[in-house]
């Protein structure tokens, strides 16, 4: 989705929640944990904020619908770049856009995770689509200094417990000119020392593709982490973006059970999923269905287990309805809209229960000692 439409999105869920809750001030009850029994977990739930439609009506429903279900949330969003470049400071966007967000969130009980993405969310061999339009690059220092500043001030305003300084870095590093890849290891870089030097007590980090770190793209020959751990060595934990009906698994139990685990191990650091799922329709020569959705739900959950992984999302607790975005769209854009737990309509899918099933056990921290001391 483009940077002009996720604004006109955001702007309008500010409203919307001013509106509702007073100017940030909430009337609602915190989230309620869910109750105590079961087999515990050691990982955070939660969604992104992104609804079904770009409607008033389809913001809030959204928002009310996966709220008991979470007990963290995760902002996975791009730095304004149109508007710090007019003049607009960053800390006008973020109070502006974003802290009224995390004030619904906060009164919910949850846990907050940003992910700032700085290429090509959808093609990771290209800049921000927003940028490019600007005719403007990120290998420019001046850009980013203004991502620098976009960070500081997400930590200043909104304080998330965690804080991935961009996305996907290894897909980058593969794909994208050479330039570019150093524009953003020498940004997040600069952005994490930044915030250091400013007090920031997040958890920091960048994310990774799983299936590129498995070599499912190239013969199945794993690659690891260590690359991205050494480009960006204030990493605390590894956040993964894992799709593995994109990367060629057949089903859900066909992905290995140490499918974070062996990240982890080699990492020595928390693993957690910040973005991905499987899609509940068959796509071109990609076969699957609301049956084996949910099955992957539980297959998910149990390598998050065997990882004692801290933390786990899915961006859409929605489908999307695509015919409610502006054209033109990615010709990729359909493989990611039909990951929800619930469609369009929030009639809800085998996968919700399959969800719901996994919150219902109690959380309580990791104890495996490679991740212990690290563990939030």
């Known amino acids: 989705m483009s940077q002009t439409a996720r604004r006109v ?27 105590a029994g079961g087999t515990a977990r ?6 992104s904020d992104f609804p079904p439609k770009l409607t008033n009506e389809s913001v809030l429903a959204d928002l009310a619908a996966w709220s008991p279900r979470a007990d963290e949330a995760i902002f996975h969003i791009s730095p304004d770049w149109a508007s710090m470049l007019s003049g607009l400071s960053a800390d006008t966007i973020v109070k502006v856009i ?52 976009y960070a500081l001030a997400v930590w200043r305003r909104i304080h998330p417990e965690h804080m991935a300084l961009a996305a ?16 953003v290891r020498l940004a997040a870089n600069a952005a994490a020392a930044d915030l250091r030097a400013d007090g920031c007590t997040a958890v920091l980090s960048v994310s990774v593709q799983n299936e590129y770190v498995w ?6 020959v794993y690659r690891g982490p260590a690359a991205d751990l050494a480009d960006f060595p204030f990493m605390q934990e590894v956040p993964l973006s894992s799709y593995p ?29 910040v973005e991905g799922g499987w899609a509940s329709v068959t796509l071109g020569a990609i ?71 996994a919150f219902a056990r109690p959380y309580r921290a990791a104890t495996h000692p490679a991740i212990a001391a690290r563990q939030r």
């Open 9 to 35: 999105h955001m702007l309008m869920l500010v409203t919307l929640l001013m509106l509702a809750s007073g100017c940030g001030k909430h009337a609602t009850s915190p989230h309620t944990p869910p109750p």
């Open 42 to 47: 050691t990982y955070h739930m939660g969604f």
């Open 98 to 149: 974003h802290l009224p967000v995390a004030n619904y969130y906060r009164a919910h009980g949850q846990a907050i995770s940003v992910t700032i993405d700085i290429t090509n969310g959808l093609d990771r061999a290209a800049e921000d689509p927003s940028l490019l339009s600007l005719h403007r690059s990120l290998s420019e220092p001046a850009i980013q200094q203004l991502y620098r500043d």
């Open 168 to 183: 996907e870095v290894n897909l980058v590093r593969a794909l994208a000119p050479a330039p570019l890849y150093a524009a």
């Open 215 to 220: 070599g499912r793209d190239a013969g199945n």
């Open 245 to 273: 009906y994109l990367g060629g698994f057949d089903t859900p139990e066909a992905i290995p059970l140490d499918y974070y685990a062996r990240v982890a191990a080699e990492a020595h650091m928390p693993v957690r999923v």
């Open 287 to 357: 076969a699957s269905s609301p049956a084996e959705q949910a099955r992957y739900i539980r297959r998910q959950m149990a390598l998050l287990d065997s990882a004692k992984a801290n933390a786990v999302f899915q961006l859409d607790y929605t489908d999307l309805d695509l015919s409610s975005f502006p054209q033109p769209q990615p010709a990729i854009l359909p493989l990611f809209a039909t990951l929800g737990l619930v469609d369009t309509a929030f009639v809800p899918k085998s996968a919700r229960a399959a969800w719901d099933s």
